[in-house]
C-alpha cells in the first residue's frame, strides 16, 4: 500500500460514502433517472415520457379512494397446492417467497371504500406475485369482490395485471375462467355494474376471460393486453403483424376498448362511470 492509500484510509472524511440501491428510479421507456420518491409522488408516472410503472394494490387503493381511507376485504382460504407441483422449486415455497416479497397472500386483493364519495368495491392484481398469475386464490378472491359489491349494492371494479393462468396449479387454474364469468353474471343479475381496468400487462387466460367483459374497457396508457405473445401470433398465421398491435392505443382504435385513461384521471373517470351506472344506494 503506498503512502497516499494509507492517508486516505485514515482520513475519515475521505471515506466513500454508501449510496442506497433504491434511491433513482430508472424509467425503461426513456431512460430518463427519477428520484425514486418524487416517480411514486408522480404514482409511479414518469414526469418527462408519461410510461406508466406497474404498481401494486396498496399504492392503487391510495390513490383511488378518498382521502387513501379502505377497508381490506379478507382473502378467500384455498388449497394451496392441489396438485403437489414441483418444478425447479416445490410451489409452497414459490408462494411463500411471493408472499414475502409483496406483503400480499395472492395475486389478487380487494377493498372496499369511496371514489369522489361513490360507493364501489375495487379489485387489484398485482404482477410482482407471480406474474398476477390466476389460480385458485385468485378465483375465490375475484368471487368474493363480485359477492361484495352486490351486499353492497355498489360496482365492482377490478384493476387486472396478469401473465395469464398458474401453470402450477394446472386445469385448476383454467376453470377460474368459467367461475369468474358466472360470477358476473350475478353482478348482471343485479343491476350492477362491472368496470374493467386494465393495466401493463394483462394476458393469457385473464383476457380470454374476465378482462374482457366489462361493461366498460379502460386501459392505461400503453398497457399491454392480448391472449397469446406477438411472436407466437406471427409464427402461426405466417404475417408480420402491425407495430404496437397489442397496446391499448392500438385496441381503442379498433374498437376493444372504450376508453385509454392516464392514471392521474382515473379516480374521476370511474367517479363519472358509478355515477352515471350505479343505481341509487352507491350514490
Not at 492509500?5 to 424509467?27: A, G, I, M, Y
Not at 365492482?156 to 396449479?169: D, L, P, S
Not at 376453470?175 to 401493463?200: C, F, R, S, W
Request: glycine share 10%; aromatic share 8%.
Amino acid at each position: 500500500m503506498s503512502w497516499l492509500d494509507k492517508v486516505r484510509t485514515s482520513l475519515p472524511f475521505l471515506q466513500k460514502r454508501e449510496t442506497p440501491d433504491n434511491l433513482w428510479h430508472k424509467c425503461p421507456k426513456c431512460g430518463t433517472m427519477i428520484f425514486t420518491k418524487e416517480y411514486e409522488e408522480n404514482q409511479s408516472v414518469c414526469p418527462k415520457c408519461e410510461h406508466h410503472g406497474r404498481i401494486g394494490p396498496d399504492a392503487r387503493f391510495d390513490a383511488l379512494f378518498d382521502s387513501g381511507v379502505y377497508t381490506p376485504l379478507p382473502s378467500p382460504q384455498v388449497r394451496e397446492d392441489p396438485l403437489k407441483f414441483r418444478d425447479q422449486k416445490r410451489y409452497p415455497e414459490r408462494l411463500k417467497a411471493a408472499r414475502t416479497k409483496t406483503g400480499e397472500p395472492d395475486a389478487l386483493i380487494n377493498a372496499s371504500g369511496r371514489i369522489e364519495g361513490l360507493k364501489a368495491i375495487v379489485g387489484v392484481q398485482d404482477f410482482a406475485f407471480l406474474g398476477g398469475s390466476m389460480g385458485l386464490a385468485v378465483g375465490a378472491a375475484f368471487v368474493a369482490g363480485v359477492e361484495a359489491a352486490i351486499d353492497e349494492q355498489c360496482p365492482y371494479i377490478i384493476f387486472t395485471a396478469a401473465g395469464g393462468a398458474r401453470m402450477q396449479e394446472g386445469i385448476l387454474s383454467l376453470m377460474q375462467m368459467p367461475k369468474t364469468t358466472v360470477a358476473i353474471q350475478k353482478l348482471h343479475e343485479a343491476g350492477l355494474p362491472y368496470i374493467v381496468v386494465m393495466t401493463d400487462p394483462t394476458t393469457g387466460g385473464v383476457t380470454a376471460s374476465y378482462a374482457m367483459l366489462g361493461d366498460v374497457q379502460i386501459a392505461e396508457p400503453g398497457a399491454l393486453i392480448g391472449f397469446a405473445g406477438q411472436r407466437v401470433i406471427e409464427s402461426t398465421i405466417r404475417e408480420k403483424l402491425p407495430e404496437g398491435f397489442q397496446r391499448a392505443e392500438y385496441l381503442l382504435d379498433h374498437g376493444m376498448l372504450d376508453r385509454v385513461v392516464h392514471r392521474h384521471h382515473l379516480r374521476a373517470e370511474l367517479a363519472r362511470l358509478i355515477g352515471y351506472l350505479c343505481p341509487g344506494p352507491a350514490n
